[in-house]
């Protein structure tokens, strides 16, 4: 069964960093690229960005170039979400996401809120 766990959210102040992990399991995680997504309250899911299988393809949203950073280590079935300069408008659900056979598959996120 595929199954996807995010963690390392927090209560941040603005500028600060933080970096989230999404663990992978029930599936051939080094065969498939991974996502991430945020959501707010009230509005749909948004791709902040992907990295392929072997890491070797990366890209981001628009808002997501300057300050964040996908990377994945498929020795431990991890790929991360390296987030910097924090912002208020950062606050949101982190999900990571894969597509195995057609069907996608969300963890059950990680919240983040950014906050003075």
């Known amino acids: 069964q595929v199954h996807l766990v995010e963690s390392g959210g927090g209560l941040m102040q603005p500028g600060g960093s933080l970096r989230l992990s999404c663990v992978g399991s029930?599936?051939?995680?080094?065969?498939?690229?991974i996502s991430w997504y945020r959501q707010t309250p009230g509005k749909e899911r948004d791709l902040i960005g992907f990295?392929?299988?072997?890491?070797?393809?990366?890209a981001y949203a628009d808002f997501a170039k300057e300050r964040f950073t996908i990377s994945r280590d498929n020795f431990v079935s991890t790929v991360y979400l390296q987030m910097n300069n924090l912002q208020f408008e950062d606050t949101a659900v982190y999900y990571c996401?894969?597509?195995?056979?057609?069907?996608?598959?969300w963890g059950q996120g990680t919240q983040v809120a950014v906050s003075s």
């Open positions: 990295v392929s299988n072997d890491a070797g393809s990366v």
């Open positions: 029930g599936f051939s995680f080094s065969t498939y690229p």
């Open positions: 996401n894969v597509r195995v056979n057609a069907r996608d598959y």
